[in-house]
């Protein structure tokens, strides 16, 4: 690849990553209203689940128009790690805002409220589970919200390097 095509590989991926933290922020901001209302939480893991077809599409559409129909493997998996990177900055940054200005303890409140309820407990008591949740929600709680989104932003690019692998393999078109 040439430097002239690595940078339009970027160019290309920083916009297609800006979609996808459009995507990623709407699947969030279902979750967080679908602790109290179940239909927007299945929204929001709905959203998740399109996140590998959403940047399948965005790297068909760089194939097909910028690319004039033939991509390496190579190429479709550096553009897909790249559009993961991007809108996992921008996504990481959105939610420290959000942890840092808005949440105010609202989500660990309300999956305290959750796992708190007699049915809850008494499921968690007979699988053994008690100690470890209340271990893990103290852990969450003393997260700083800097601290949750640097664990996110790691995650998503995990994430997108090995969700790559197939988008790459599955687009990959030669002439």
């Known amino acids: 690849?040439?430097?002239?095509?690595?940078?339009?590989?970027?160019?290309?991926?920083?916009?297609?990553g800006a979609r996808l933290f459009l995507l990623w922020t709407a699947a969030f901001?279902?979750?967080?209203?679908?602790?109290?209302?179940?239909?927007?939480?299945?929204?929001?893991?709905?959203?998740?689940?399109?996140?590998?077809?959403?940047?399948?599409?965005?790297?068909?559409?760089?194939?097909?128009?910028?690319?004039?129909?033939?991509?390496s493997f190579l190429r479709g998996w550096a553009y897909t790690i790249y559009v993961f990177f991007y809108g996992s900055l921008l996504f990481a940054l959105a939610q420290w805002a959000y942890?840092?200005?808005?949440?105010?303890?609202?989500?660990?409140?309300?999956?305290?409220?959750?796992?708190?309820?007699?049915?809850?407990?008494e499921t968690l008591r007979q699988m053994g589970m008690t100690e470890a949740l209340s271990?893990?929600?103290?852990?969450?709680?003393?997260?700083?919200?800097?601290?949750?989104s640097l664990n996110m932003l790691t995650t998503n690019i995990l994430i997108g390097i090995f969700l790559g692998l197939p988008i790459a393999a599955v687009l990959q078109k030669q002439r």
């Open 99 to 121: 942890f840092t200005f808005m949440d105010q303890g609202y989500l660990l409140s309300t999956i305290t409220k959750a796992i708190n309820s007699p049915e809850t407990t």
């Open 29 to 71: 901001a279902l979750y967080i209203i679908g602790l109290t209302s179940p239909l927007y939480g299945i929204a929001a893991l709905f959203l998740i689940v399109t996140t590998p077809f959403f940047v399948g599409s965005r790297l068909r559409h760089f194939r097909d128009d910028s690319l004039e129909g033939s991509i």
């Open 1 to 16: 690849m040439t430097a002239p095509e690595y940078i339009q590989l970027k160019a290309f991926a920083r916009i297609d």
């Open 135 to 148: 271990e893990s929600l103290a852990t969450l709680g003393e997260m700083r919200p800097i601290d949750l």
